[in-house]
Antibody, heavy 122, light 112 residues
Framework: QITLKETGPTLVKPTQTLTLTCTFS??????????VGWIRQPPGKALEWLGL???????QYSPSLKSRLTITKDTSKNQVVLTMTNMDPVDTATYYC??????????????WGQGILVTVSS | QSALTQPPSASGSPGQSVTISCTGT?????????VSWYQQHPGKAPKLMIY???KRPSGVPDRFSGSRSGDTASLTVSGLQTEDEADYYC????????????FGGGTKLTVL
């Protein structure tokens, strides 16, 4: 049973750096093909793909946010961390982490966390 | 503005079929066999319904099917049921030189 859960601050101030942690179980990020991605959704709006990290530490980032994002993994703790710098009110959104099995379900995300709503406000 | 274009809304009566389109370019939908579809009920996380254009994950009813023609992918829901009412998002892999993915703007499916 694969589960993921996002944790971190629910309120950040403009210009601050956001750090979110995705803690997962039911799979290992040292397994070939495994990946964890980050997706966000502003209130009432569409999903936005942020980035992901694979078992081999290969990382992909949204071109429009690449300069602000860093994704790292701690395989021993079953955690993936998303860091986003210079937060702005437009970054207010529910942030999701999700699981990928590259050689089984391609480029899709087959398990998702419950999401965490992050509000950016002074 | 989302990278992939979906109609904002779609509707159908119980038992009917409805098709939702997702239009991209040769750099995403038309260039890779990596189109996915997600269902999202209000206040819930998205759920994978279709991957690699037309494959269904275990547990997804065969009423859901996917296809692609050129730069446009489609999700068809046959035999509509009330529980199918939700938002649907397409997603596609995009870019070999700068690998990433993109989502569509979402389609609100209403079961009348």
């Amino acid at each position: 049973q694969i589960t993921l859960k996002e944790t971190g601050p629910t309120l950040v101030k403009p210009t601050q750096t956001l750090t979110l942690t995705c803690t997962f179980s039911g799979f290992s990020l040292s397994t070939t093909g495994a990946g964890v991605g980050w997706i966000r959704q502003p209130p009432g709006k569409a999903l936005e793909w942020l980035g992901l990290i694979y078992w081999d530490d290969n990382k992909q980032y949204s071109p429009s946010l690449k300069s602000r994002l860093t994704i790292t993994k701690d395989t021993s703790k079953n955690q993936v961390v998303l860091t986003m710098t210079n937060m702005d009110p437009v970054d207010t959104a529910t942030y999701y982490c999700a699981h990928r099995r590259l050689y089984t379900s391609g480029q899709s995300f087959d398990y998702w966390g419950q999401g965490i709503l992050v509000t950016v406000s002074s | 503005q989302s990278a992939l274009t979906q109609p904002p809304s779609a509707s159908g009566s119980p038992g009917q079929s409805v098709t939702i389109s997702c239009t991209g370019t040769t750099s995403d939908v038309g260039g890779y066999y990596y189109v996915s579809w997600y269902q999202q009920h209000p206040g819930k996380a998205p759920k994978l319904m279709i991957y690699e254009v037309n494959k269904r994950p275990s547990g997804v009813p065969d009423r859901f099917s996917g296809s692609r023609s050129g730069d446009t992918a489609s999700l068809t829901v046959s035999g509509l049921q009330t529980e199918d009412e939700a938002d649907y998002y397409c997603s596609s892999y995009a870019g070999t030189n700068n690998p990433h993915a993109v989502f569509g703007g979402g389609t609100k499916l209403t079961v009348l």
